[in-house]
């Protein structure tokens, strides 16, 4: 279970980029996954914000869990936890310390990423066992944040999430991160309105061409 939960934060990494899906109804949930990977992006999260939640992950996984990283984000408590394992989430996402996460998921073989903001809460939910840190919100704090935490916690595998956009992202990556994770600056309001799939195509080309990898 270990090598698993390692080869999905590999994978993670090498995808660069976590798109975080809000979607406003379960059956947006199909075509804006498929315009993501049609874009290029590799590693999907949907968030329990989006109604009926675990229905829509466990469609995702079961339709492209060949050919992207699926994971649950948003996820507060045990009850949504163990919903997103038996959906199949690949990861599990919290924006807060909630260590009880960790021992399901990891039993499964299954990484989390606990929410941080101070340098503090980082390194307690490194000891606790998350596989990775996500640094929310990351909008106030930017890319200079980032390298200021590294520099003495540079064992720490960092997401952040928010502010992160097409201006931002190789200051970013730069600062040591492992991935990014992208919201609204990605799928926005407007496209998520209008289910215009094809302009979130087009969104999703532009934050993954030049290609991640090359910027790391």
Not at 93 to 104: A, D, G, K, Q, T
Not at 115 to 141: M, N, R, V
Not at 178 to 204: K, M, P, T, Y
């Amino acid at each position: 279970m270990m090598n698993q939960r390692k080869t999905i934060v590999t994978e993670l990494g090498k995808a660069g980029l976590i798109a975080v899906v809000r979607a406003r109804s379960p059956q947006q949930v199909m075509p804006l996954a498929a315009a993501l990977l049609e874009g290029g992006i590799r590693a999907i999260e949907i968030t329990f914000t989006t109604p009926s939640a675990p229905q829509a992950i466990a469609g995702v996984v079961k339709a492209l869990g060949d050919t992207a990283v699926i994971g649950a984000g948003t996820v507060l408590n045990l009850d949504q936890c163990h919903q997103a394992l038996d959906a199949g989430a690949q990861f599990v996402v919290s924006p807060i310390m909630r260590p009880s996460l960790l021992e399901p998921c990891h039993r499964a073989g299954c990484p989390v990423m606990l929410g941080a903001y101070s340098p503090t809460e980082a390194q307690l939910a490194h000891e606790a066992g998350s596989d990775l840190i996500k640094i929310f919100p990351a909008d106030g704090l930017g890319p200079n944040y980032i390298k200021a935490l590294k520099a003495p916690l540079p064992h720490l595998p960092i997401v952040p999430t928010g502010g992160v956009n097409l201006d931002t992202m190789e200051a970013f990556l730069r600062a040591g991160c492992h991935a990014l994770g992208v919201g609204s600056s990605l799928i926005s309001q407007a496209i998520l309105q209008q289910s215009d799939w094809s302009a979130l195509r087009e969104r999703a080309q532009a934050f993954s061409q030049p290609t991640i990898s090359s910027i790391i």
